[in-house]
T-cell receptor
Framework: SAVISQKPSRDICQRGTSLTIQCQVDSQVTMMFWYRQQPGQSLTLIAT?????????ESGFVIDKFPISRPNLTFSTLTVSNMSPEDSSIYLCSVEEVGAFFGQGTRLTVV | ELKVEQNPLFLSMQEGKNYTIYCNYS?????LYWYRQDPGKSLESLFV???NGAVKQEGRLMASLDTKARLSTLHITAAVHDLSATYFCAVVDSNYQLIWGAGTKLIIKP
């Protein structure tokens, strides 16, 4: 099973600023997924990140707000831009490998 | 469009009792996953079910998949407090994306 290292694990940010979340996988994977989980809710897919192409965003999420990088097959970043309190959530990266595996999550609080 | 319905959404039970969480989905899929999430933590993979009739067991938890009925169950036997968590099922759709259930918050009282 893939091991995913995600950081930071948590942060408290001022509104209007940006935060970049990093995920490092211990093996090469074609697709990486970024999710948001609001308090008490299930997971919502933000986008799918493929190496060498632009990320594919789900309805309600746009590249200007959540730019994603995927420079190689083991690494990806998600930036939460121009943050507001509504962005306070847990953000998770994931890979699929006969079962989906997750990073440790980033708990973001915007004040 | 694949939809996943999980129930109950909340379950409070006594230690030592048995109970089942249900996961129904609306269109054909042959991959279903179960996860556990503790408060403030990430998701821990419990079971990967890949075929009709698949049954997997780990400790007091047992999961099964009936692809014809589009139903998976997560059965808890003789519950203990340490199993208190939120449990999610997720189904792989035709685009290889995971569609998530709403989660079942399980509280097990001593």
């Amino acid at each position: 099973s893939a091991v995913i290292s995600q950081k930071p694990s948590r942060d408290i940010c001022q509104r209007g600023t940006s935060l970049t979340i990093q995920c490092q996988v211990d093996s090469q994977v074609t697709m990486m997924f970024w999710y948001r989980q609001q308090p008490g809710q299930s997971l919502t897919l933000i986008a799918t990140a493929n190496q060498g192409s632009e990320a594919t965003y789900e309805s309600g999420f746009v590249i200007d707000k959540f730019p994603i990088s995927r420079p190689n097959l083991t690494f990806s970043t998600l930036t939460v831009s121009n943050m507001s309190p509504e962005d306070s959530s847990i953000y998770l990266c994931s890979v699929e490998e006969v079962g989906a595996f997750f990073g440790q999550g980033t708990r973001l609080t915007v004040v | 469009e694949l939809k996943v319905e999980q129930n109950p959404l909340f379950l409070s039970m006594q230690e030592g009792k048995n109970y089942t969480i249900y996961c129904n989905y609306s269109t054909t899929s042959d991959r279903l996953y179960w996860y556990r999430q503790d408060p403030g933590k990430s998701l821990e993979s419990l079971f990967v079910l890949l075929s009709n009739g698949a049954v997997k067991q780990e400790g007091r938890l047992m999961a099964s998949l009936d692809t014809k009925a589009r139903l998976s169950t997560l059965h808890i036997t003789a519950a203990v407090h340490d199993l208190s968590a939120t449990y999610f099922c997720a189904v792989v759709d035709s685009n290889y994306q995971l569609i998530w259930g709403a989660g079942t918050k399980l509280i097990i009282k001593p």
